[in-house]
């Protein structure tokens, strides 16, 4: 794991004077979480962030060199400080250690934000116990550690703490992906309650197909023809909800899976 730092209505305030959010899987720049990055620091906050390149690497879309630095400037630009960490987040000691990291450049987190995920579409027949394994270790594994290692060391204010999950409602076809995602949905609404003692929200949202790179112009045809709103989502969509529930307005949304998908059920 390694780490990089750059200096640069809200909730409760770091050193800085800003709230702290950490968000995971930002190895992309049309990816989910890199909106979510740009968005919370346009909003007020300090922003750490992961990303893990051999992931991207070994998907169609490929790794993208130097767009953990580019973003890294980007939220700088905007008056935030940030902070990049490459983690493997199927390795079980990582949490710990990122959250280590992040509060000694940093300070203590506010929201945690889990965009990452391992995804290799497979079904009952064709799926691997490894990819199986290595999907349940990131989606659902990763997710419950890092939420243990906030519960664990949450300092803020009663009732400033958020935690936002990214899920999916997949299933047929994407079996290691859906089913670890369903692990995720459960293990985010049990911390709104095991959690709740410390004033922390917790919520899932399932944003539905978005356009990361991923789609063929006729998946995007066929998605904006059966979408009510007629388009396709986009990672901003995501991340202006993402903004939202983090905020003090955002507050009384708890234990919730949101489906922020344009309609299209």
Avoid at 227 to 246: E, I, M, S
Wanted: net charge negative; glycine share 12%.
């Amino acid at each position: 794991m390694t780490g990089e730092t750059r200096a640069g209505s809200r909730q409760g305030t770091g050193e800085a004077g800003r709230p702290l959010a950490l968000v995971t899987g930002a190895g992309r720049s049309a990816g989910i979480a890199s909106s979510v990055v740009l968005d919370l620091a346009r909003a007020g906050w300090d922003v750490a962030f992961t990303y893990w390149t051999p992931y991207d690497a070994r998907m169609s879309w490929g790794a993208e060199s130097g767009t953990p630095q580019e973003l890294r400037a980007e939220v700088t630009s905007l008056g935030a400080r940030a902070h990049a960490v490459e983690a493997d987040l199927s390795d079980p000691a990582v949490p710990a250690q990122l959250f280590d990291g992040v509060e000694r450049e940093l300070g203590n987190v506010t929201a945690l934000v889990l965009c990452h995920c391992e995804s290799v579409d497979s079904g009952l027949l064709d799926t691997t116990v490894e990819s199986f394994d290595l999907h349940f270790a990131v989606n659902a594994r990763a997710t419950w550690l890092l939420i243990r290692e906030y519960g664990l060391r949450f300092r803020g204010r009663p009732g400033s703490g958020r935690i936002v999950s990214l899920t999916s409602n997949h299933t047929a076809g994407n079996l290691p992906y859906g089913a670890s995602k369903g692990a995720l949905d459960r293990i985010t609404l049990a911390a709104a309650h095991e959690l709740a003692h410390l004033g922390v929200t917790c919520n899932a949202i399932d944003p539905g197909p978005t356009d990361t790179g991923w789609m063929t112009e006729e998946q995007k045809a066929d998605t904006a023809r059966a979408t009510p709103l007629g388009r396709v989502g986009t990672p901003q969509d995501c991340a202006n909800l993402v903004t939202f529930l983090c905020s003090t307005e955002g507050g009384w949304i708890n234990a919730q899976l949101l489906r922020s998908d344009g309609g299209l059920g």
